[in-house]
């Protein structure tokens, strides 16, 4: 069994900085994407940010220039460090993996989720 573990989610004033940790754990052979969503009230979960296991990178339009995705490949860990934090980025933020698991005797990919971690940006 393979989990997803997120931290670091909180209350912060406008134009203030979070980091959001995530923690892959379990019976993992190789992680591929990794990556984090994010889903605000009444409204539907959208991208954020990913990142291969080679390091390519890809940003939704609305935190270029803000948030910066990293990864520790040898430890599975994933972040994501948030500046300059809006109203409207207030949701749900979640980790998301493609991980190479053991399902039965076999090897196989896994697409898994974290359980989420709220961010809330209000004065």
């Known amino acids: 069994q393979v989990q997803l573990v997120e931290s670091g989610g909180g209350l912060v004033q406008p134009g203030g900085s979070l980091r959001l940790s995530c923690a892959a754990s379990?019976?993992?052979?190789?992680?591929?994407?990794m990556g984090w969503y994010r889903q605000a009230p009444g409204k539907e979960r959208e991208l954020v940010a990913t990142s291969t296991s080679d390091g390519n990178i890809n940003y939704a339009d609305f935190v270029k220039g803000r948030f910066t995705i990293s990864r520790d490949n040898a430890k599975n860990l994933v972040y994501l460090q948030m500046n300059s934090l809006k109203p409207e980025d207030t949701a749900v933020y979640y980790c998301?993996?493609?991980?190479?698991?053991?399902?039965?005797?076999?090897?196989?990919?896994?697409?898994?989720w974290g359980q989420g971690t709220l961010v809330t940006v209000s004065s």
């Open positions: 379990g019976a993992i052979f190789s992680i591929n994407d």
């Open positions: 998301n993996a493609e991980i190479n698991t053991l399902v039965g005797l076999s090897a196989r990919y896994l697409e898994v």
